[in-house]
């Protein structure tokens, strides 16, 4: 049975902060790997995906992956009230052609103004 | 967002009716799925298509039955549901269904079963 865990938060960062969102898995033959933000009431939309391991930036967002860990991350930089929502952490193709994503329970992140 | 659009947004029945959730992508995709959102818990995964066959069934109880008729329509028929069954159904396709695939959301269908 595939795991993926987060801390579930809330986790309140200061406004012009960085946010460190974290994420372990159990499979350690996965080889994707997937940030998306769910506001409240809304639909999971995807911020960040990375496949290799090291750093991967987009913006104020930085995904690192760590294979030989089994750890994945998501930096937020000069966080802004709109960075407020749950992020979950999603991974998949442990096997060839499995096309299944394994989502975390979500971490709640709160930026305080 | 409108490219995976998901009708109703609100529903409400009972255990013995029948309702249906509907599920329609207008993004060219290949791949549908069924995910289960329930407070305090991960997204399950429950069906999965791709190319209107279905690959996945994550051991969903009977009382839920998918249809994709085509790439771009997918169904979920209800029928004598249970109160642990409210949730928030969520849709979403991807390109063709494989690992490094980012997969769309729809809104969602939030469920209550009385």
């Known amino acids: 049975q595939k795991e993926v865990e987060q801390n579930s938060g809330p986790l309140s960062v200061p406004e012009g902060a960085i946010a460190s969102l974290n994420c372990t898995y159990s499979d350690r033959v996965s080889q994707s790997f997937f940030w998306y933000r769910q506001y409240s009431g809304k639909s999971p939309e995807l911020i960040m995906s990375i496949y290799s391991n090291g750093d991967k930036e987009d913006g104020r967002f930085t995904a690192q992956l760590n294979k030989a860990s089994q750890y994945v991350s998501l930096l937020i930089r000069d966080s802004q009230p709109s960075d407020s929502a749950t992020y979950l952490c999603?991974?998949?193709?442990?096997?060839?052609?499995?096309?299944?994503?394994?989502f975390g329970t979500g971490t709640r992140l709160t930026i305080i103004p | 967002e409108t490219g995976v659009t998901q009708t109703p947004r609100h529903l409400v029945m009972g255990m013995t009716n029948k309702k249906s959730l509907k599920c329609e992508q207008h993004?060219?995709?290949?791949?549908m799925y069924w995910y289960k959102q329930s407070a305090k818990k991960p997204l399950e995964l429950m069906f999965v298509?791709?190319?209107?066959?279905?690959?996945e069934n994550n051991s969903v109880p009977s009382r839920f039955s998918p249809e994709c008729p085509n790439s771009s329509h997918l169904f979920l028929h209800l029928h004598t549901l249970q109160p642990e069954d409210s949730a928030l159904y969520l849709c979403?396709?991807?390109?063709?269904?494989?690992?490094?695939?980012?997969?769309?959301f729809g809104p969602g269908t939030r469920l209550t079963v009385l």
């Open positions: 298509y791709n190319f209107k066959e279905q690959t």
């Open positions: 979403a396709s991807s390109p063709s269904g494989g690992y490094t695939d980012t997969q769309y």
């Open positions: 993004l060219g995709h290949n791949a």
């Open positions: 999603a991974v998949g193709g442990s096997n060839f052609g499995n096309e299944k994503l394994t």
